[in-house]
């Protein structure tokens, strides 16, 4: 069709986690520029399965930018060129025609390759696991205006819980940190009154497990808000220091 | 191990070590810069030594120095730790990355700018601080420090390696001023202007004043 772009795409392929992986390189002759980046992967894995080959494997879900399923390091960038859009949602109108796209999975001690693009992504789960919760007695919920929060506290909460989980911070930042992703669970319930209870606690366990998880530490280059599909804000790590280091120095968890 | 070694242990307790010697050790080149500065008098050294003997023999300064001593080192050996985790943090590297895009090459290159000054130090010391000391130690008297510095900065090559020590500084310091507060959790919209105001001039005055001393020495502007 007309309009439509070729493209040679590298793509990292791996058969497992313990396998060596390397790039292959693939031609598209026929992408059209209204594709999300992931339906030309779609095309793409049609043409190896016609070829009688193995699929390029990557993680997808609700392909609306909401689920953090998808990843994909692209020409250099977590979720491609664009800011504050998930790679599904980034559209081939972003590359040029003859453009040679070179996509990699996240690369994180934390984060094992699976397969292909897709990386093991539970070191995230196991830190929500951590602390990254409000114990409640179940029952009715209550009146949604029985506690009083203040406007400020309430946007900065919403902002903060728009995380996703996607892991591109990690992956944007030199040292593979993940005090964004970690900093955003900690700030959304440590600025609302339900949050208050496990307070210090939810801080202490939830650093203790991001650092065992073995992700490292932030030099503040600021790399993972730039890249956040999400664009959460460098502040909640300033929280989360003063929340970790406050509760370090003041609870009674000896 | 106890609570508060964990703490200091932990990501965050390495970053707030880094930011507490970093921040003090800013507070030292303010000393530094200031009682330095004094050659500038042009007075054959005498404003200088007058502060540069206090500093020397004053009894709270010298305590302070062994804290000094201490910060240093802190700062050195955390910052290499960190160095070490992170780098262990990625193991298998990008084959193409766009850092560019996301960070500024300072920023992302404090450990190689610290290594630098780090072998500065190590220079630097050796030139009027060490000798200095023994000197000390030895005999009780103090050297001349203005007719070592005359001396030192008679050569070319010793007067560009202070001048790329200061160049180190002044892109260390562009990312470390702000960076402290960043890891203190000292983040507020009311102070930030203000903090990068403050840091970018600090980084700016203060590598900028300290250069000037070999130069001006070398070119016989101070004598």
């Given at each position: 069709?007309?309009?439509?772009?070729?493209?040679?795409?590298?793509?990292?392929?791996?058969?497992?986690?313990?396998?060596?992986?390397?790039?292959?390189?693939?031609?598209?002759?026929?992408?059209?520029?209204?594709?999300?980046?992931?339906?030309?992967?779609?095309?793409?894995?049609?043409?190896?399965?016609?070829?009688?080959?193995?699929?390029?494997?990557?993680?997808?879900?609700?392909?609306?930018?909401?689920?953090?399923?998808?990843?994909?390091?692209?020409?250099?960038?977590?979720?491609?060129?664009?800011?504050?859009?998930t790679?599904?949602?980034?559209?081939?109108?972003?590359?040029?025609d003859?453009?040679?796209?070179?996509?990699?999975?996240?690369?994180?001690?934390?984060?094992?390759?699976?397969?292909?693009?897709?990386?093991?992504?539970?070191?995230?789960?196991?830190?929500?696991?951590?602390?990254?919760?409000?114990?409640?007695?179940?029952?009715?919920?209550?009146?949604?205006n029985?506690?009083?929060i203040?406007?400020?506290?309430?946007?900065?909460?919403?902002?903060?819980?728009?995380?996703?989980?996607?892991?591109?911070?990690?992956?944007?930042?030199?040292?593979?940190?993940?005090?964004?992703?970690?900093?955003?669970?900690?700030?959304?319930?440590?600025?609302?009154?339900?949050?208050?209870?496990?307070?210090?606690?939810?801080a202490?366990?939830?650093?203790?497990?991001?650092?065992?998880?073995?992700?490292?530490?932030?030099?503040n280059?600021?790399?993972?808000?730039?890249?956040?599909?999400?664009?959460?804000?460098?502040?909640?790590?300033?929280?989360?220091?003063?929340?970790?280091?406050?509760?370090?120095?003041?609870?009674?968890?000896? | 191990?106890?609570?508060?070694?964990?703490?200091?242990?932990?990501?965050?307790?390495?970053?707030?070590?880094?930011a507490?010697?970093?921040l003090?050790?800013?507070?030292?080149?303010?000393i530094?810069?200031?009682?330095?500065?004094?050659?500038?008098?042009?007075?054959?050294?005498?404003?200088?030594?007058?502060?540069?003997?206090?500093?020397?023999?004053?009894?709270?300064?010298?305590?302070?120095?062994?804290?000094?001593?201490?910060?240093?080192?802190?700062?050195?050996?955390?910052?290499?730790?960190?160095?070490?985790?992170?780098?262990?943090?990625?193991?298998?590297?990008?084959?193409?990355?766009?850092?560019?895009?996301?960070?500024?090459?300072?920023?992302?290159?404090?450990?190689?700018?610290?290594?630098?000054?780090?072998?500065f130090?190590?220079i630097?010391?050796?030139?009027?601080?060490?000798?200095?000391?023994?000197?000390?130690?030895?005999?009780?008297?103090?050297?001349?420090?203005?007719?070592?510095?005359?001396e030192?900065?008679?050569?070319?090559?010793v007067?560009?390696?202070?001048?790329?020590?200061?160049?180190?500084?002044?892109?260390?310091?562009?990312?470390?001023?702000?960076?402290?507060?960043?890891?203190?959790?000292?983040?507020?919209?009311?102070?930030?202007?203000?903090?990068?105001?403050?840091?970018?001039?600090?980084?700016?005055?203060?590598?900028?004043?300290?250069a000037?001393?070999?130069?001006?020495?070398?070119?016989?502007?101070?004598?």
């Open positions: 069709m007309e309009g439509n772009m070729r493209l040679s795409l590298k793509v990292w392929r791996q058969s497992n986690t313990d396998a060596a992986g390397g790039f292959e390189d693939y031609k598209l002759d026929n992408v059209s520029p209204d594709m999300s980046f992931l339906e030309m992967f779609d095309v793409l894995n049609e043409q190896l399965i016609e070829e009688g080959k193995e699929p390029v494997a990557f993680d997808h879900d609700c392909r609306e930018g909401i689920c953090g399923m998808c990843s994909m390091y692209i020409n250099g960038r977590p979720h491609g060129p664009l800011r504050g859009v790679t599904c949602q980034l559209h081939m109108r972003s590359f040029k003859g453009d040679t796209i070179v996509v990699e999975p996240w690369r994180a001690q934390a984060f094992p390759v699976i397969k292909d693009l897709v990386v093991d992504r539970d070191a995230f789960d196991r830190v929500i696991s951590a602390g990254g919760f409000v114990s409640v007695n179940t029952g009715n919920a209550q009146d949604a029985s506690l009083p203040a406007k400020e506290a309430a946007d900065d909460a919403f902002a903060a819980a728009a995380c996703i989980g996607c892991g591109a911070c990690v992956a944007a930042c030199k040292n593979a940190s993940a005090m964004l992703f970690v900093s955003a669970k900690i700030s959304q319930l440590a600025l609302l009154p339900q949050g208050q209870a496990e307070r210090s606690i939810r202490e366990k939830m650093v203790a497990q991001m650092d065992a998880e073995g992700f490292g530490a932030c030099t280059t600021g790399a993972c808000s730039a890249e956040c599909p999400k664009e959460i804000s460098l502040e909640n790590i300033a929280r989360m220091n003063r929340e970790y280091i406050g509760a370090k120095f003041s609870s009674s968890a000896v | 191990m106890s609570w508060f070694s964990q703490t200091l242990t932990s990501s965050i307790g390495k970053k707030l070590l880094m507490l010697t970093g003090f050790l800013i507070s030292f080149l303010v530094h810069a200031t009682i330095n500065a004094m050659i500038f008098y042009n007075d054959g050294g005498e404003t200088f030594s007058h502060w540069g003997h206090f500093m020397g023999t004053n009894p709270i300064i010298r305590t302070l120095e062994i804290g000094l001593v201490a910060g240093f080192l802190i700062h050195i050996i955390d910052g290499l730790m960190l160095w070490k985790s992170n780098r262990d943090a990625r193991p298998v590297k990008y084959a193409v990355n766009n850092a560019a895009a996301n960070s500024t090459w300072y920023s992302r290159s404090m450990g190689l700018l610290g290594t630098l000054l780090l072998i130090l190590v630097h010391t050796s030139h009027f601080w060490i000798p200095n000391r023994s000197n000390q130690f030895a005999t009780g008297e103090e050297l001349n420090l203005y007719q070592m510095m005359l030192t900065f008679q050569n070319p090559v007067v560009l390696i202070y001048v790329l020590g200061c160049v180190s500084l002044f892109w260390h310091l562009l990312h470390g001023f702000k960076s402290a507060f960043q890891s203190l959790g000292l983040n507020h919209v009311k102070y930030n202007g203000a903090i990068s105001f403050v840091g970018t001039a600090f980084s700016i005055i203060v590598p900028i004043l300290f000037l001393m070999p130069i001006s020495i070398y070119l016989g502007w101070v004598k």
